[in-house]
C-alpha cells in the first residue's frame, strides 16, 4: 500500500471519478462492514470538507477507515510525514497548500509569543464542530477528540495575557469539559462524568458565563439522575434556576425536575414541570453557543416529557408518553442535523416501547425495539442499557406470565444487553 497525506482526499477521489456524494456512500459500506455507524449524511459531508480543505485534522479512526476504502495507508494527524509523503505534497500544490492549513492551526497557538485573537478563533470553530458532531458520534471517539482539544485550550491559556482573551479561553474550555462530562455518562462512568462537569462548571464561572452554568448545572442533575439520586438531581437543578439566563438552557432545567417528579412518583409534579418547560422554551431567546449538544431544541421538549411520563407508576403517563415520544422521534428526523441527538432518539423509541408495553401492545412495542436492537455497538451507550433493563421489569411483571411474546422479548434484551456490557 502507497503511503498518502491526509489531506489527499481530493486527490484520490479525483483518481477514481467519485463525486462528494459517492465518497459518502462508499466510506459507509466500509464501515457497515465493520459494525459501524457513522454520523448522518450532512455532519459526515461537513467533515469531509473540513479533511480535504485542512480545516480539521484526520483522526486515526477515519484515516483507518480511509486506509481501508482506497487500498492506501493514509497518514493520521499524530503520526508524522514520511520522506515519501514529502514527495507527494510538492508534486501537488494544491494538496502542499492544504495540508499547510491544517499544520497553521497548530502554529497559531503553539508559536505566538502570547495568544492571539486568530487562535481563540480556531479552537472555538473546532469546539463548536464538535458540539455539533457529538450528536451522532460514538461517544468514545468524542472523548478522545475533545480531550485533545481541551489540552490545547489549557496549553493558550497558559500564554493568554489579555482578560479578554482569558475569559474567552475560559468558556470554549468549560465547553470541552461539558463534552468530556456527557462522554463519560455515555460510556457509564458517572464518577468521571461529575469530575468533569465540576471542572466545567469552574471555568464557567471563572468566565462569567450564566448560560454554560446553567447548562452544567443541568449536567450535574443528570448526572445524578442516572444513579437513582433524585433529590440531589433536583438540588442542582435548583442551583441552576437561580441563574440569570436569556437562552434556552432553564428550560431543560424544567424538564429535569419533570423527571425527577417522576421517579419520585409526583404526577401532578410532573405535569407542572412539563407546563413550565414549554412555558420557559416558548420564551427562551436564541443564544449563540446553545447548538448541538448544548442546544435544547424543541424534539428534546417532546423527549424529555416521554421519559418523564413513561416513569410514572402504575402506567398512568403511558399513553401520552407513547404519544410525546412519536413527537420527539418525528422531530428528530425532520428537523436540522445538527439538532438531531441519535442518542435521544434512540431512547425516545425505547420509552414508545415501554409506554406501549405498559398498555399491554407488546407487539406493537417490538416495532420500536427491533429498531433499537438494531444499533450499532459502538452508538449503544449507558443510558440505552439502563432503560432496557427498566422494559425487562416491566414485562417481568405478573400479568405477563404466559405470554411467548414477552418471554422472547426478555430473551432478545437480555441478549443484547449482556453483548453490551461485555464490549463497553
Given at each position: ?14 483518481e ?16 457497515a ?7 448522518g ?29 482506497f ?8 503520526t ?32 505566538a ?25 460514538p ?25 479578554s482573551?482569558?475569559?474567552?479561553l ?12 456527557y ?6 462512568n ?23 452554568i446553567v ?11 442516572f ?33 425527577c ?12 414541570a ?28 417532546h ?18 408518553a ?16 445538527e439538532d ?23 407487539q ?27 422494559i ?17 422479548l426478555r ?12 464490549r463497553?
Open positions: 500500500m502507497r503511503t498518502e497525506q491526509q489531506t489527499d482526499l481530493n486527490a484520490l477521489c479525483a477514481r471519478g467519485w463525486s462528494r456524494a459517492r465518497l459518502v456512500r462508499e466510506l459507509r459500506n466500509v464501515a462492514a465493520r459494525g459501524v455507524q457513522l454520523p449524511d450532512a455532519s459526515l459531508s461537513r467533515m469531509i470538507r473540513m479533511w480535504a480543505s485542512g480545516e480539521r485534522r484526520l483522526s486515526p479512526f477515519y484515516a483507518d477507515l480511509f486506509s481501508a476504502l487500498g492506501v495507508t493514509l497518514v493520521p494527524a499524530s508524522p510525514s514520511t520522506p515519501a509523503t514529502t514527495s507527494r505534497q510538492q508534486r501537488d500544490p494544491a494538496n502542499a497548500i492544504a495540508a499547510s492549513a491544517a499544520q497553521s492551526a497548530d502554529l497559531l497557538t503553539e508559536f509569543g502570547t495568544i492571539s485573537s486568530l487562535a481563540i478563533e480556531q479552537l472555538a470553530a473546532e469546539l463548536e464542530h464538535l458540539v455539533v458532531e457529538y450528536m451522532s458520534s461517544p468514545a471517539l468524542m472523548a478522545s477528540e475533545a480531550k485533545n482539544l481541551r489540552d490545547r485550550i489549557l496549553a493558550a491559556l497558559n500564554r493568554a495575557r489579555r482578560p482573551h482569558i475569559a474567552d475560559y468558556v470554549i474550555a468549560g465547553q470541552a469539559s461539558g463534552i468530556l462530562s462522554a463519560a455518562l455515555d460510556l457509564g458517572a464518577r468521571a462524568a461529575m469530575t468533569n462537569a465540576r471542572v466545567a462548571l469552574t471555568f464557567a464561572d471563572l468566565a462569567g458565563s450564566n448560560d454554560l447548562w452544567v448545572r443541568g449536567t450535574q442533575s443528570l448526572i445524578a439522575r444513579v437513582g439520586q433524585y433529590r440531589k438531581a433536583e438540588d442542582y437543578l435548583h442551583a441552576g434556576m437561580s441563574v440569570q439566563t436569556r437562552g434556552i438552557g432553564r428550560a431543560r432545567l424544567a424538564a429535569g425536575f419533570a423527571q417528579r417522576a421517579h419520585l412518583g409526583d404526577s401532578k409534579g410532573v405535569r407542572a412539563l407546563d413550565l418547560t414549554k412555558n420557559l422554551h416558548g420564551k427562551a431567546e436564541p443564544v449563540a453557543d446553545e447548538v448541538g449538544l448544548f442546544g435544547f431544541p424543541r424534539s428534546k421538549v423527549y424529555y416529557a416521554a421519559s418523564a411520563l413513561v416513569a410514572l407508576p402504575d402506567g398512568v403517563g403511558a399513553n401520552v407513547v404519544s410525546e415520544a412519536l413527537t420527539a422521534i418525528d422531530l428528530f428526523r425532520s428537523g436540522p442535523a438531531r441527538f441519535l442518542t435521544d432518539e434512540i431512547l425516545a423509541q425505547i420509552h414508545a416501547a415501554n409506554g406501549l408495553i405498559q398498555q399491554g401492545e407488546l406493537h412495542a417490538c416495532v420500536f425495539l427491533d429498531a433499537v436492537l438494531r444499533t450499532a455497538e459502538n452508538q449503544r451507550v449507558s443510558w440505552h442499557r439502563q432503560r432496557l433493563d427498566t425487562n421489569t416491566v414485562l417481568s411483571a405478573p400479568r405477563f406470565r404466559g405470554s411467548r411474546t414477552a418471554a422472547d430473551q432478545r434484551l437480555s441478549t443484547f444487553q449482556q453483548t453490551s456490557r461485555r463497553s
